[in-house]
C-alpha cells in the first residue's frame, strides 16, 4: 500500500542519540495550530493542524435529534461522525464510512458524552462531524482536539474541554506522537484522550504490545503532552472571542460620534456588509 | 456591572474556575467539590448572589416569559406547531389565542409559513414548550421581514433598558419586534428598514466589548444627519 522503497533498509526509527526520523526526540509534539470559529454555518466550528495532520471540526446543535426513536427523553444524545476524506492518503481512500471510521466516531462520541451536560437538552442531539483532510498518524486525537473546541464554539455547556493525544513504541523505544512511518513500522501506538481539569481518561486505546511499564510510560507522556495541547485550545478560544471584541473595541475608540451636514446617502461603516446576501 | 469604570470583560472557557466568593453557580456554570466553574465559553457577571456566564453563542433554549417570534409549520384541529427557532417544537393550542377557534378551523386563523409574536407561558423539565399569544400585544404579524441573529446577541441588540432598540426606533422610524430566539421583524419605510437592519447586522457581527451603543448611535446619526435625543450611555451591559 504504502511505498516504503525510498526507505534505507538499515533505517531506524529512532538513533542512538534518541532523535527520530522527523528530527524530534521521544518526547517532542509535532507543531500544532488550532483556529476555532472558521466555519459560517455551523454553530461551532475549529480547525486544526497537527504536523501533517489537517483536520475540520464542525458541532451543530443542540437541535431536534433525528430519526425520532433515538430521542432519549432524559438527555441530549452526543453524536459524532468520522470521515477521512477521498484525498487525505497517498492512496486514494474509498469514500463512506468504513469499520474504521465507524470504531472511531464511536469512542470519540463516548468521550464527549463524558464531558457535555447532556441532561440539560432532553430529547436533541448536538452532532459532531469531523473531516480528515491531510492524514499523517494520530487523527483520531487531532479530530477529537478540534471537535472539542468546536463544541466550546458552539456554546454547548460542558465540564472542560476534552483534549487528546497518542503515545506509541517505535525501535523499542517508547515515543510521544507517531507520526505515519513511525505508526507503520513501529511497535505500538496508543491513543488517549483525557479531560485535562480532572484527569479523568475518557478514552484509552491500544494497537501493538507495550508492556506494563512501557504503558505508564506512554500515558506519563501522553497526560503531559496533553496539558500543552489544552493550552493550544484555551488559546484558540480565547482568539476567537477576544478577536471580536477587541475589534468592537478599536471601531468605538476610532469612530468618535460626528457632526456633518445632513447627506443624502450613508457612509459606509467599515465593515458594512453587502447587501441581503443571506436567507437562502 | 454599574455604568462606572468599564471593565475589562474577561472571555471564560469551559472549565476555568470562577471567582465565586460566597456566591452561588447561576446559569452557565456547574459546582464541583465546591467549586464554580465556567460550563461555555462567555463574559462572568456576577448578579444577586449568582455567578453567571453571559454566553457568547449557542442555539436559542427556550425558557418561561421569554417573547419570540415563532413560523407556523403545521397546524392541526385545535393547534398549531410553530418553529420558535430552538431544538423543541413548540405546539401553540387554539385557546392560547385572541379569538374563538372553533375544532378544525384553525387554518382561517394562522397558516403554515405565518408569522407570530408570542410568549413562552412554561417549559417543563421534558422541555416541553407552551405558547400563548392570547395577551393583547401578541398577534400575527403581518409585513415587513424577519431577521435572523444569533439569540447570544439578543440582550445587545435590546440594550439596557430597551436603550438599543429605543435608538434604532427613532431614528429609523421601524416597527420593530425583538424575539428572544434571534429572531427580529422589522417594517417600516424602505429607507429605515435599510438602515435598522443593517444596524442589526452589526450588533449580530459584534463581539461582547463595550461602546456598541455609541458606534451604532454615530452611525445613525450620520446617516440622518441630526443628533440623537437620548441621553449617551457610556457603557452599555449585555443584559437588559
Keep these: ?280 | 456591572m454599574d455604568g462606572s469604570a468599564p471593565e475589562r470583560r474577561e472571555v471564560v472557557i469551559p472549565g476555568d474556575l470562577l471567582n465565586g466568593h460566597g456566591l452561588k453557580p447561576g446559569s452557565g456554570t456547574f459546582n464541583e467539590g465546591g467549586r464554580i466553574y465556567a460550563a461555555r465559553v462567555g463574559i462572568v457577571a456576577e448578579r444577586e448572589g449568582f455567578v453567571d456566564v453571559i454566553p457568547l453563542s449557542g442555539r436559542y433554549i427556550p425558557r418561561p416569559g421569554d417573547v419570540i417570534i415563532g413560523k407556523i409549520t403545521d397546524l392541526g384541529p385545535s393547534h398549531w406547531l410553530v418553529d420558535i427557532n430552538s431544538p423543541y417544537p413548540a405546539p401553540l393550542n387554539a385557546k392560547e389565542t385572541p379569538w374563538m377557534v372553533e375544532f378544525g378551523d384553525t387554518d382561517r386563523y394562522l397558516r403554515v409559513g405565518d408569522v407570530i409574536l408570542a410568549e413562552i407561558v412554561s417549559v417543563d423539565e421534558a422541555m416541553r414548550v407552551q405558547l400563548s399569544m392570547a395577551d393583547r400585544q401578541f398577534g400575527r404579524l403581518t409585513g415587513g421581514q424577519v431577521l435572523d441573529i444569533s439569540p447570544a446577541k439578543v440582550p445587545r441588540l435590546i440594550g439596557r433598558d430597551g436603550s438599543m432598540v429605543a435608538l434604532i426606533r427613532e431614528f429609523t422610524n421601524v416597527r420593530m419586534f425583538v424575539g428572544q430566539n434571534g429572531r427580529i421583524w422589522i417594517d417600516g419605510d424602505p429607507e429605515g428598514v435599510h438602515h435598522a437592519a443593517h444596524v442589526i447586522k452589526v450588533i449580530d457581527a459584534s463581539g461582547p466589548a463595550p461602546g456598541l451603543t455609541d458606534q451604532v448611535r454615530a452611525y445613525l446619526e450620520a446617516a440622518y444627519g441630526r443628533r440623537a435625543t437620548t441621553p449617551a450611555e457610556r457603557d452599555d451591559d449585555g443584559r437588559h
Design chain 1, 1 to 280: 500500500m504504502e511505498d516504503i522503497e525510498h526507505i534505507p533498509k538499515e533505517l531506524k526509527l529512532i538513533d542512538a542519540k534518541g532523535i527520530r526520523l522527523d528530527g524530534r526526540r521521544a518526547d517532542e509534539l509535532r507543531p500544532i495550530k488550532i483556529e476555532a470559529g472558521v466555519l459560517k454555518k455551523a454553530d461551532g466550528s475549529a480547525y486544526l493542524e497537527w504536523g501533517n495532520n489537517k483536520v475540520l471540526a464542525a458541532v451543530y446543535g443542540p437541535r431536534e435529534a433525528h430519526p425520532r426513536h433515538l430521542q432519549d427523553p432524559a438527555k441530549a444524545l452526543v453524536q459524532c461522525r468520522y470521515n477521512m476524506a477521498p484525498f487525505s492518503v497517498t492512496d486514494r481512500k474509498r469514500p463512506g464510512p468504513d469499520r474504521r471510521s465507524v470504531e472511531i466516531s464511536k469512542v470519540i462520541s463516548e468521550a464527549f458524552s463524558a464531558v457535555v451536560f447532556v441532561e440539560q437538552f432532553p430529547r436533541t442531539s448536538v452532532d459532531v462531524y469531523i473531516e480528515v483532510l491531510q492524514a499523517d498518524a494520530g487523527t483520531r486525537c487531532a479530530g477529537l482536539t478540534a471537535a472539542s473546541v468546536a463544541l466550546a464554539d458552539a456554546g454547548i455547556p460542558m465540564r472542560d474541554l476534552v483534549t487528546s493525544c497518542a503515545s506509541g513504541k517505535i525501535g523499542g523505544v517508547v515515543a510521544l506522537d507517531l507520526n505515519k512511518d513511525e505508526d507503520n513500522f513501529g511497535e505500538a501506538d496508543c491513543p488517549m484522550a483525557i479531560v485535562p481539569r480532572t484527569g479523568e481518561i475518557v478514552l484509552l486505546q491500544m494497537d501493538g504490545h507495550l508492556t506494563a511499564a512501557e504503558f505508564d510510560e506512554a500515558m506519563e507522556l501522553s497526560i503531559g503532552a496533553a496539558k500543552q495541547i489544552y493550552e493550544l485550545q484555551r488559546d484558540a478560544l480565547r482568539r476567537r472571542f477576544a478577536s471580536v471584541a477587541e475589534a468592537a473595541q478599536r471601531e468605538a475608540e476610532r469612530e468618535p460620534p460626528r457632526e456633518e451636514p445632513p447627506r443624502e446617502m450613508p457612509p459606509e461603516m467599515p465593515e458594512d456588509l453587502p447587501p441581503e446576501v443571506d436567507d437562502l
